[in-house]
Each structure stands twice: as C-alpha cells, then as structure tokens.
C-alpha cells in the first residue's frame, strides 16, 4: 500500500482544515487507518484511527471533539476533519495503514506511511 497525504496548510487558531490520504494497492479496506503528527523537537504521537469499515474511531486526548477521521473504501481515502484549531497542533501529520493494531494505537503497529504533510495554526 502506498499512501499520499495532501491538505496541510497555514490556518489561524479557531480555524479549520481538512486532510486526505490517497491509498494505491490493493485491499485498502482491510486495513486500520490512522493519523499521527510530529511537530519539531518531539516523538511522533498518535492522533486518530478508523477500523477497516469505519464503525470504530479512536482519538487521542488532546484532539477529541475537535478531530474526525473518516474514510471512504470506495475511493481509497482517508481523511481528517481539524476543527478549532490551536498553535499546539502545529505539526507534520501522517497517515499510516495497518493490520495488527491495537485498541491503543501504536506508531509501530503501523506497517505502511505517507510522506507527511505540514499544518501550521497561527494564534
């Protein structure tokens, strides 16, 4: 599988952005999805993931009921909703697939990665 991820930008705090991840291959829907971020100077932290059918969500802490992750098996997509943004979200996201993933989410359960794209929240 090979992931593209698209949608970053500069928004103002209080705003919103929505990312998507394009997947190539095959059997895209067998896989949990999930988005991570890295902002400079810290680990890669876990932010949202959706079961293969999308009937399960997870969400860290600090993203939940801001944050919505969906995605569409028909179209091979993934996305994340970023409502009420703030300057602490600030970070390259990722999306990642994988199989063996766990109801706590790991970076390493994670077997396939896109390159990251950047979102920047002014205050």
């Known amino acids: 599988v090979q992931l593209q991820a698209s949608g970053g930008g500069l928004v103002q705090a209080g705003g919103s952005l929505r990312l998507s991840c394009a997947a190539s291959g095959r059997s895209f829907r067998r896989y949990v999805m999930g988005w991570f971020r890295q902002a400079p100077g810290k680990e890669r932290e876990f932010v949202a993931m959706s079961s293969w059918s999308g009937g399960t969500t997870y969400y860290a802490d600090s993203v939940k009921g801001r944050f919505t992750i969906s995605r569409d098996n028909a179209k091979n997509m993934v996305y994340l909703q970023m409502n009420s943004l703030k300057p602490e979200d600030t970070a390259v996201y990722y999306c990642?697939?994988?199989?063996?993933?766990?109801?706590?989410?790991?970076?390493?359960?994670?077997?396939?990665w896109g390159q990251g794209t950047l979102v920047t929240v002014s205050s």
């Open positions: 990642a697939a994988g199989e063996g993933v766990s109801a706590t989410p790991k970076a390493y359960e994670f077997d396939y």
